[in-house]
């Protein structure tokens, strides 16, 4: 017997969701369009702001995330342990990243500190302050950097490096006060000098005057803070006569995971020797910590717009339902279930939700994500861009979904309890 109730359940069940949705198709035909495109402009606007505005917060340090990794660390970054000056038996290291055909290519480089000045010439006391800035020194195969960071292609003013360069240097832009118009006592930058400039290099207790022959504006990680010129006259002026590196910058091959590449140099015995890090492992902290933060502050505000979604869902077909009451009335009259009623506004919901994620899919993936991605919005310390995953956007149209639905529910529930006879008297 109680199966026999159950399976009565279950075909009213079927009933009476089959009745709602002729209802909701019937009432959507006949609908006003104009009211009907409102309320799919709103959902569809509601859905880009779930996805878009988070999106871009974040974007705009995965920007940074992305510029640190593409024209400085690499996918894999080794470098100098902290107890150490340099990296031991580098040409050894050098040796096997190049046998690895999971590598396809990276940059060896040589660092140091250095300190810029200005001035020197023409100062009449010796013990006259003179205008400098220290950053990381940086010694490069300008043609080997270029085709694994691309450094060529982020000089904004004057040249790029030549192997053969003497006395040449590349200066990130932060390093010059023209580029970088901070005047305060806790930053140091050097006034009245561009690319083309002599100014003097002091390494240690070594000096040298160098030309700048170009400014750097990489806008990632402390390319903006570095100097750069050759490894063989770095190597000369740092006395360094042993061909040990300070650091590798490696890309990995199409399709390769960087861990792979970490885990291979680690059976070699090589993490005795440098520290060996994906880019993703290099990243600050502090990077990862705005990152979360900023995801936070756009899930609070797409929070914002779906609540305002819902209340808007809710006041329309709550309105829907109130002009509609005596033909409530009458069709539970005639036996149709209450439960069909409601079915029958979820369902119009539903619709509603389900045009407008479609709309804002196509919008999101096909047209603002890779337009964000060929015009990056230009901040001073990133270039942003549109972060939109389909796993991230699917559960967002989650979410806007169920509260579409339970904001479409409420109201019809409200006018389909009323008694029958007062709704259709409309009393």
């Known amino acids: ?41 709103v959902m569809t606007l509601t859905f880009l702001n779930l996805t878009v505005v988070g999106g871009i917060l974040v974007g705009l340090i995965e920007g940074g995330v992305r510029g640190d990794r593409d024209r400085y660390t690499g996918d894999v970054i ?18 096997f990243i190049q046998s690895l055909p999971e590598v396809s290519d990276f940059s060896p480089r040589y660092l140091s500190s250095g300190t810029l000045q200005t001035g020197y010439k023409t100062r009449s006391d010796p013990s006259e302050k003179l205008d400098q800035a220290g950053g990381v020194l940086v010694g490069i195969d300008p043609i080997v950097e270029a085709r694994v960071t691309h450094l060529d292609q982020f000089i904004i003013k004057g040249e790029y490096l030549e192997p053969d360069d003497y006395d040449q240097i590349l200066v990130g832009q932060n390093l010059l006060f023209k580029y970088t118009p901070i005047d305060s006592p806790g930053f140091q930058n050097l006034k009245d000098v561009d690319a083309g ?11 040298r005057e160098v030309t700048i022959k170009g400014v750097v ?18 190597r000369a002026l740092i006395g360094r006569t042993d061909y040990n590196i300070d650091e590798i910058a490696i890309i990995a091959a199409p399709g390769v995971d960087p861990k792979t590449i970490q885990l291979l140099m680690a059976n070699q015995g090589f993490t005795d020797l440098a520290s060996i890090q994906t880019s993703d492992e290099a990243l600050p902290k502090f990077l990862r910590d705005i990152k979360a933060v900023f995801a936070l502050l756009g899930n609070i505000i797409g929070g914002i717009g779906l609540v305002v979604a819902s209340i808007t869902i809710f006041i329309v077909i709550f309105v829907n339902a109130i002009t509609r009451r005596r033909y409530i009335g009458i069709m539970k009259g005639i036996g149709v279930n209450r439960f069909a009623i409601e079915v029958s506004y979820i369902i119009q919901s539903m619709f509603y939700a389900v045009f407008g994620m479609l709309l804002g899919s196509i919008i999101l993936f096909g047209v603002l994500q890779p337009y964000f991605d060929a015009h990056p919005l230009k901040f001073p310390f990133s270039d942003g861009i549109l972060v939109a995953t389909v796993l991230g956007t699917g559960l967002r149209a989650l979410v806007l979904f169920v509260a579409t639905m339970i904001a479409g529910y409420i109201p019809a529930r409200i006018v389909a309890k009323q008694n029958t006879l007062d709704a259709i008297l409309g009393r």
Do not use: C, H
């Not at 399976?7 to 009211?35: C, M, P, Q």
């Not at 100014?199 to 207790?205: F, H, M």
């Open 1 to 41: 017997m109680p199966f026999v109730a159950l399976a009565r359940k279950i075909t009213r069940l079927k009933t009476d969701i089959r009745v709602g949705l002729f209802l909701s198709i019937r009432e959507i035909r006949r609908a006003n369009i104009w009211t009907t495109l409102l309320i799919m402009v």
């Open 78 to 95: 080794v470098s100098t342990l902290i107890k150490k000056d340099y990296v031991e038996q580098s040409q050894e290291i050098i040796s």
């Open 197 to 207: 400039s002599k100014v003097r290099l002091v390494i240690g207790t070594s000096t």
């Open 217 to 234: 504006n990489a806008k990632a990680g402390n390319i903006d803070q570095q100097i750069y010129m050759t490894s063989r006259q770095l």
